[in-house]
């Protein structure tokens, strides 16, 4: 790094601390409502139960979110090309949002407009797109976060956002569950409450507005998706840490196709209405919350790759505890567990990745990471569909345990702490 190049660090890093409680601020509050959509979009209740609504079809329930996840596979190395070059990427960020909470927007306009089966092809595209958005989003809001907030202080926010959103989504979750579902508001409960987690997520994208983002001091030259493409040999070849830590993280999101199907073998074992169905969602999301805020503060203080390692291994334990559930309170326990375990697996999966290299490539780095994950989850879901019609939900879960239990190793044996080289 030469003397000019160093000077624009400095102003870069100035500007960073100077706007620090602003932008952390703002972050928090995009946290408390907009992520609650996101929240009950990708609970394993909602939207499973809705879309086995439609059909009473294991292997739909797994079409349609494996719809979701190709999206989420398909745009991340689009969205590394559209920010890359830009010295701010806010607007990016804004107008990605915009466009993601549209398709949530869609998901419930559908399900009050339309009748099965045009419900159901309406929900999986509205899925697909909702994916395709939320993968762009991924690489820009995480980019912008590893942007405007130290490492130091990221596990934290992190945490506090995690658990602000928390709070908001479970109570939704809880009066969705009891109210909307239950009493079949709007003549569909489900897409009423799509509909009330899009109003309160759209107030949430408004707070990134508030985001004082400083030009980028370097950034790449504009280039085209097949040349970044070429670029992902180099970018694995450089790094071995970074390639053994996300093949590992792909192979852990297998554990993602028994997700949509937690609710579905709760409900084979006990007997579980619209209240319960939102109490489980509060206990899942509440629980993903309270964690988040613990493993942000373990982040700080040990990493993000504990995190990771702590959280897998809670996530793979209740997912077994789930197997062995009798009563509607080891459900709620273990629900509360899976909340806890897949929050934390999430939150350090997206973190870690910020640590490994240089900010030059770290909008790739992002993408290739979040795509290979995808596929792997887009897959998989529609394998854990068709798994548990052909076979048993109890298949299900052993792959995907098994899976995790290979990541797990892979991390705790070859990935070294990024902030301990």
């Known amino acids: 790094m030469n003397r000019i190049e160093a000077d624009a660090e400095a102003v870069f890093a100035a500007e960073v601390r100077a706007n620090l409680r602003r932008n952390y601020l703002a972050h928090l509050c995009h946290g408390l409502l907009g992520q609650t959509g996101m929240r009950l979009i990708n609970a394993p209740t909602f939207v ?36 890359e070059h830009r010295h701010r990427v806010v607007p990016v960020a804004l107008w990605v949002g915009a466009l993601m909470r549209l398709q949530i927007l869609g ?20 899925l697909g797109l909702f994916g395709t958005f939320l993968g762009v989003q991924g690489v820009a809001f995480n980019f912008l976060v590893a942007k405007v907030i130290p490492v130091e202080r990221r596990g934290l926010l992190v945490g506090l956002r995690n658990a602000l959103s928390g709070v908001t989504a479970a109570g939704v979750a809880i009066y969705a569950g009891r109210v909307l579902v239950e ?7 489900y897409a009423a409450t799509f509909l009330l987690a899009f109003v309160l997520t759209s107030f949430g994208l408004a707070m990134i507005a508030f985001v004082r983002e400083p030009d980028s001091p370097r950034v790449r030259t504009m280039s085209r998706f097949s040349d970044r493409l070429r670029d992902l040999p180099a970018l694995l070849r450089s790094d071995r840490d970074f390639t053994r830590y996300f093949m590992a ?29 939102g109490e489980l ?8 919350s309270v ?15 504990v995190v990771f390692l702590g959280s897998l291994g809670l996530w793979m334990l209740s997912a077994l505890l789930l197997l062995e559930t009798e009563t509607y309170l080891r459900l709620v326990l273990v629900f509360a567990g899976l909340g806890a375990g897949l929050g934390g697996f999430q939150m350090s999966a997206q973190n870690l990745v910020l640590e490994f290299g240089s900010r030059h490539n770290l909008p790739l780095r992002i993408a290739v990471a979040n795509s290979a994950s995808e596929l792997v989850a887009a897959g998989g879901a529609v394998a854990g569909g068709a798994l548990a019609v052909w076979l048993s939900l109890e298949v299900v879960f052993a792959v995907a345990i098994g899976s995790q239990a290979v990541a797990l190793v892979i991390v705790l044996v070859s990935v070294r702490d990024p902030r301990a080289q």
């Open 48 to 83: 499973p139960a809705y879309v086995f609504a439609l059909t009473g079809s294991e292997l739909a329930v797994g079409v349609a979110r494996g719809l979701q996840y190709l999206g989420m596979f398909l745009s991340p190395v689009a969205g590394a090309t559209v920010i």
């Open 107 to 126: 998901l419930a306009l559908s399900g009050l407009l339309l009748a099965p089966p045009a419900a159901l092809i309406a929900t999986s595209l509205f």
């Open 183 to 189: 009493r079949d508001v709007l003549g569909n409960g």
């Open 249 to 277: 993280r792909a192979l852990a999101v297998t554990g993602r196709m028994a997700v949509p199907f937690y609710w579905i073998y709760a409900r084979s074992r006990l007997e579980l209405t619209g209240s319960r169905l």
């Open 281 to 288: 969602t509060a206990a899942f999301i509440i629980a993903q």
């Open 291 to 305: 964690g988040n805020l613990a493993w942000g503060v373990l982040a700080d203080r040990m990493g993000f790759r």
